[in-house]
């Protein structure tokens, strides 16, 4: 879904960051990606990716990976880097559910907004890892060059920590968000994945 303000994005965890991406972007359409360093986002680097958008863009083949943090790598038992968003798509299998997962992504890119969505990923023949996503467009021109994306993933090791530089946004959320109910999570047998048990 399309949201504007952190009070709209349901999981409280990822409302900081959808803080930081409009504090950042000002008075522009979205900040650049030269505007976030790894320093402002220790200890959430882990949960973050960013995709470079080649143009003209066509499809998920258009979205190419360029950086690709450990947990969400350690999630997929993949090296992301480098693959575009279609490829991924292609090599999990391309099943109605995945790539609606996945279909986010070009809205951002064409329409410059930012997506918040949730569920669980569903790899082939089991839903193993819920997930809470913000999708944020980034670049300097008329159009968006890149997308800032922001994983919490509900498996222990892999959830999203917020940075200190952030933690005060998260500290002043004074406006609750109506919670989306989440599909039931599950592990693969010797995934070495156990659930969190947290806070929406």
């Not at 505007?35 to 258009?62: K, M, T, Y």
């Amino acid at each position: 879904m399309k949201v504007s303000g952190s009070h709209e994005v349901p999981h409280q965890r990822l409302r900081p960051f959808l803080d930081f991406w409009n504090e950042l972007r000002g008075d522009r359409s979205w900040p650049s990606r030269s505007d976030i360093s790894l320093d402002q986002l220790r200890g959430a680097a882990s949960n973050v990716a960013f995709c470079r958008i080649e143009r003209p863009f066509r499809d998920l083949d258009s979205l190419r990976l360029v950086n690709v943090g450990s947990a969400i790598e350690r999630a997929t038992g993949r090296d992301l880097t480098g693959l575009t968003i279609g490829q991924v798509v292609d090599a999990f299998g391309s099943s109605p559910e995945f790539t609606r997962c996945f279909a986010e992504y070009s809205v951002v890119a064409v329409e410059g907004c930012c997506t918040y969505n949730e569920g669980v990923f569903p790899w082939p023949n089991q839903n193993w890892l819920a997930y809470r996503r913000l999708v944020m467009p980034l670049g300097s021109g008329a159009e968006p060059e890149g997308l800032f994306i922001v994983f919490d993933l509900n498996a222990v090791g892999l959830g999203l920590t917020v940075p200190s530089t952030l933690k005060a946004r998260a500290v002043a959320q004074s406006v609750p968000a109506k919670p989306r109910a989440a599909a039931p999570l599950q592990m693969p047998p010797g995934s070495g994945l156990a659930a969190r048990d947290e806070p929406r």
